[in-house]
């Protein structure tokens, strides 16, 4: 019995009913200079690349110097910035309001030249030869699960510390990969590690050494298991791969956790994007609770493409069952077609809006404090600095 | 309405995140199954987005009876509905079963095990966990006397990747190519091939009136076909509901629309109006005709695409498994399935 025991169909004090999530203030937290990096997440499709072209845009023109690292834009905004080639290098966006003292630069991330970049900066040309020739180096860059999120960290690293050293920017706005999942991304340097220390890279690297020698019955097992499945081809390029690669493994390793302490720091907010979708926002929990889980600083949600708030107060209900009277009365010979479609037109955007209320609602049950900015879906596609400017401002609308 | 595509045993359905792949291929599941076919429905990310479309428990390893078809004819007296099953696939169990399956390794492959082979085949050596995920779906088209006592489908159908990676992904030879260019891999990468650039497969694009999912579903198509590989149908998702005519969107989007007489209309079935009602509603019809307008370009673009295509409206209250059975008659009456 809880001391509250005489009242009756009182809920346990862990649950809550949902409230009113508080409102995320966007220009608060890019105005404020302690802020250095903003790191935009969230499942495919729900908008990131959008929501962080426009959160840096408009840092860049309230005074900030800005770049922002763009995965895979739509073309048409790639080109409104500037960044259709893929040379890893920020370039200055054109036309932006530079009145406030601001800048902004932006690039595209070439997964392949970072990870290149990396092992030439790690290992003797000679090494760092034989690894870039590797075919398991070659498919590992450019197709592996999770290089692509791991090189957005490492670009982001690099990125940072020579804004650090040259001054060069005071906000670094990232947007994350498309990934199976949002949270793939915080896991690729954790994963890289992991597959460092793995046994099966260790045995490979020293076969004959200290305990690895009890094992050699079962190494020689497991060799001519491999050569049966993948043929000795395989396995001596394998074994030419793992060794080379591990010279600059340490520095990998070095890498990543400098990454993942970095974002860590005071200094990164993570603004986790979602769409008024089951899965996104579920995608979106997800995130919230990792963040929390690993002490990385959550700044708020961005619920993108919500369905606009109608003016007139008419419920979904009473606007079906009036074009339903309306339509009997057209039987009847009387004019209204467009007046029935308005309503039918209205009624289905007052469920949807129902429907994402609901889910929003959940999502502020099971995360209340989370600050939230919910954007209204634009009418048009975004594909200029001017769209990008509407954004922004949708974004900051408290 | 006969099946655009009664050749094909393997239905890729891919596209874009976000255009509600998961929700195509069930509800072609389900309209397959509706044709008295038995379906195998598999799922490649581990994101067990099916178990939660069709309200069941998550997905194991292992074929999972689903649902049932829908009943169709007069009084539901025509075809004998099939079924639906559902397989999780990842590359872990795949692996394993593949060497118990075709190596009769024994000791090796715990070994395999213990040394951290197959974490080190799944997780990081390139190429490899797709192979693995597409050899499994390749073994559930092509059932042979090796796994015994298995279902026999006359269709499965693929919950894929994105369209970014489709191509890669179908494409197991290529990925191998640089790895392995002799054995028994290469080997069975290429009899996998065979299958899935014949005519018994056809990779299915779902995408929504937007912008960058139609321009990546123009590119997938492009690159599937340098490839080698069947593109099948596009099926447009999330398609708003026409409740205007179209004299009334032109109107609406030049912002003329007469609201004089919609007040009168209004008024004359009872709904109490005001001028921010009225005005309101004008706004939602000037919103949506410049969103149709944008969903008409798209289209277009759509039709260029020279494929046969598909449309599924959005659904208000979203999906649940009445509105998946919905979409799949949708989908059958269109011939796609």
Partial sequence: MSPAGPRQGRVGPLAAHPGESPALDVDALIDDPQTRIVVCCGSGGVGKTTTSAALALRAAERGRKVVVLTIDPARRLAQSMGIEELDNTPRPVADVDATAGGSLDAMMLDMKSTFDEVVLSQATPEKAKAILENPFYIVLSTSFAGTQEYMAMEKLGQIHADAQERGTYDLIVVDTPPSRSA??????????????????????????????????????????????????????????????????????????????????????????????????????????ERLNGDRMPLAGLVVNRASPEPRGKLSAEEALAAAERIEARRSAGATGELTAGLLRLHADRMRSLAREAALRARFTAAHPGVATAVVPALASDVHDLRGLRRVGELLARR | MSSDWPRVRLHVVTGKGGTGKTTVAASLALALASQGKNVLVCEVEGRQGLARMFDVDPLPYAETRIATGLRTGPDGAGTRPGTVHALHIDPESALLEYLAMYYRLGRAGKALDRFGVIEFATTIAPGVRDVLLTGKVFEAVQRNSRNKGAIQYDAVVLDAPPTGRITQFLNVSDELAGLAKVGPIKSQADTMMTLFRSPRTAVHLVTVLEEMPVQETADGIEELRAAGLPVGGVIVNLVRPRDLPDDALALAAAGKLDKEAVRAELDAVGVSTTKTLVDGLAAEARDHAERRALEESQRALVDQLGVPTYELERLAGGIDLGGLYDLAATLRDQGLA
């Fill in chain 1, 183 to 288: 949270l793939d991304f915080l896991d690729a340097p954790e994963r890289l590690s992991s597959f460092l220390d793995g046994r099966f890279i260790r045995l490979m690297l020293a076969p004959a050494k200290g305990p690895a020698k009890l094992m050699t019955a079962g190494l020689g097992l497991v060799t001519g298991a491999l050569t049966k499945v993948l043929g000795a081809q395989v396995l001596t390029d394998l074994q030419t791969f793992v060794a080379a690669l591990d010279t600059v493994f340490g520095g990998f390793r070095a890498r990543a956790q400098r990454t993942y302490a970095l974002l860590q720091a005071p200094g990164t907010a993570f603004v986790v994007v979602a769409a008024p979708e089951p899965d996104a926002l579920r995608e979106a929990a997800y995130f919230v």
